[in-house]
């Protein structure tokens, strides 16, 4: 019990540092939600401008909308992990860190419960604006929207992990990818286009990620009206296996780092 | 007989062709302060590192308290701690909020408590609102002892702990090493280049050369085998290679 409660504090520490961090500085604060609410615009206008010019995408209100925001939860996910050990680099804190007790499983624990954090301001902000400027609202999708978001939260989480991986063994050089990286699979994962519409070779890849099958549930639902169970069951599989990969990948390259003596020395 | 706060056996480190530390052996006796002298890249802080569990070595045997640094580390790191001019602390956040964070990372308890305490010694406790990026050289390394003292530790490891300081900022970070060192019979291991320092603080002193140990033993005693006046002298004569 005497080490659950000493876990929980470590934990703890690093959750509050990091609400420490975003109440010194407004910048980050407004980071947050910008992108989303910037994204979340632009595509409501184009989701209005088409829904008068194709009946596919007038029958279900919002499609763009919800299908950007459900994005910008993948997105988020995923920065938040990176950013937040990107913070510990720039500060070169990292070294300092690793020497207390805190141990990995409670640092990657932290890291999650940031993400969450920073996804559901940022995202949570777009989405109150899309009511009010689009009345769309995507919490009407009900209870699969927290499947869509569980899993999209998820697969951030393991895209960061690998992000995190290769910064560490590469040093800041590599610090673009948190930025960079998650978008080499958008164009595959159907976010505003069915999967059918990619070329066949491309479609088992697409196939093969979590998000394609949350953007072609979200697509099911608002268009036909059912929850496709089919498809949530894949991208929680998917799900539990990149997690699971992701996790290894950077405990390979916590052992690289402990070999190179990287936690001290990381730079370009 | 006790055992040894720190065992260093066979200590060896390669990183690719080059060798950082070349089959290392010493040890630390409890309530010590020892020194970890040598030029640049003689691998002091790869030594250190090493010993916090940060590094791995290519072989041979660290034991800190009794513990295997290389598969428990775990087991001593609440009962050690560390500075270094390799690691930092968040800029924005107040002094008192690093210090917040690092003493429940350590798992203190009555924190606010012992940040006082700590502040109070150190001449902290001006500083406690202030944002750490805006701090002197001196008063970050302040801060960073203060940080290194939040969990009592039985092991305290520091790097190169007064450099850059000015000579009244030296003299008291010396001043409040050896106070907690004597109020806690803290075992200290310090790698520095400050001869004056080493001469002032440590029992026990370990020259390393090219990732070897070229000499050990008390700075009294290193004086009269080199037949010198000074630890500084020693050290040069080892670095150029003068013989004894």
Redesign the interface.
Same mark, same amino acid.
């Given at each position: 019990m005497k080490t659950v409660i000493?876990s929980v504090? /470590?934990i +703890?520490? *690093?959750v509050? /540092?990091y609400l420490? *961090?975003l109440r &010194? @500085?407004w910048p980050r604060v407004i980071e947050l939600a910008y992108w989303p609410t910037v994204q979340m615009i632009l595509w409501g206008l184009i989701n209005t401008f088409l829904a008068r010019h194709s009946d596919w995408v007038a029958q279900a209100a919002g499609l763009f909308i919800g299908a950007v925001l459900l994005w910008d939860v993948l997105f988020r996910a995923q920065l938040g992990v990176a950013v937040v050990f990107l913070?510990e680099m720039w @500060? $070169?804190? =990292? &070294? #300092? *860190?690793?020497? +207390?007790? =805190? $141990?990995p499983w409670e640092w990657l624990t932290a890291l999650m419960m940031i993400s969450l954090l920073r996804t559901l301001v940022g995202v949570g902000a777009a989405a109150g604006l899309a009511i009010l400027l689009y009345r769309y609202s995507i919490f009407a999708m009900g209870f699969p929207l927290l499947a869509f978001f569980f899993n999209l939260l998820v697969m951030g989480w393991s895209i960061g992990l690998v992000v995190i991986a290769l910064i560490l063994r590469y040093g800041l050089g590599a610090e673009g990818l948190a930025w960079a990286l998650i978008f080499a699979i958008a164009p595959i994962s159907g976010i505003y286009y069915p999967v059918s519409a990619l070329p066949p070779w491309v479609q088992p890849i697409a196939l093969a990620l979590p998000s394609t099958h949350v953007f072609e549930g979200m697509r099911d639902l608002l268009i036909g009206g059912e929850f496709s169970w089919l498809h949530f069951n894949w991208a929680v599989g998917l799900n539990g296996m990149y997690l699971l990969l992701a996790g290894m990948v950077l405990l390979w390259s916590f052992?690289t780092a /402990? #070999? /190179?003596?990287l936690? =001290? #020395?990381l730079g370009e | 007989m006790r055992t040894p706060a720190i065992e260093v056996k066979d200590l060896r480190k390669c990183y690719d062709k080059v060798i950082a530390l070349d089959d290392i052996s010493f040890t630390v006796e409890q309530g010590t302060i020892t020194a970890l002298l040598g030029g640049n890249g003689a691998g002091k802080t790869t030594t250190l590192a090493i010993l916090l569990g940060l590094l791995l070595p290519s072989s041979g045997q660290v034991r800190v308290l009794g513990v295997d640094m290389v598969h428990h580390r775990y087991q001593a790191l609440a009962r050690m701690n560390f500075t270094s001019p390799y690691v930092d602390l968040p800029h924005r956040l107040t002094v008192r909020e690093n210090l917040d964070i690092y003493a429940r990372l350590y798992n203190v308890a009555r924190r606010r408590q012992r940040i006082d305490e700590l502040a109070a010694l150190l001449d902290l406790k001006d500083l406690l609102q202030r944002p750490s990026g805006s701090l002197s050289s001196g008063q970050k390394t302040r801060v960073a002892l203060a940080k290194a003292l939040l969990n009592q530790p039985q092991v305290l490891l520091l790097d190169e702990p007064t450099a850059s300081l000015d000579p009244d900022s030296t003299e008291r970070i010396r001043g409040y090493l050896l106070d907690y060192q004597r109020g806690s019979n803290a075992t200290v291991l310090l790698a520095s280049h400050n001869m004056l320092e080493v001469e002032r603080l440590c029992d026990q002193v370990h020259i390393l050369k090219q990732g070897r140990i070229a000499a050990q033993g008390t700075p009294q005693a290193l004086l009269e085998q080199y037949g010198r006046q000074t630890l500084e002298q020693v050290f040069i004569d080892i670095a150029r290679g003068t013989p004894e």
């Open positions: 000493a504090e /470590r +703890t520490a *690093l509050i /540092r420490y *961090l &010194g @500085s913070e @500060s $070169r804190n =990292l &070294g #300092q *860190l690793f020497v +207390t007790p =805190l $141990r052992h /402990r #070999q /190179r003596n936690f =001290l #020395q | -």
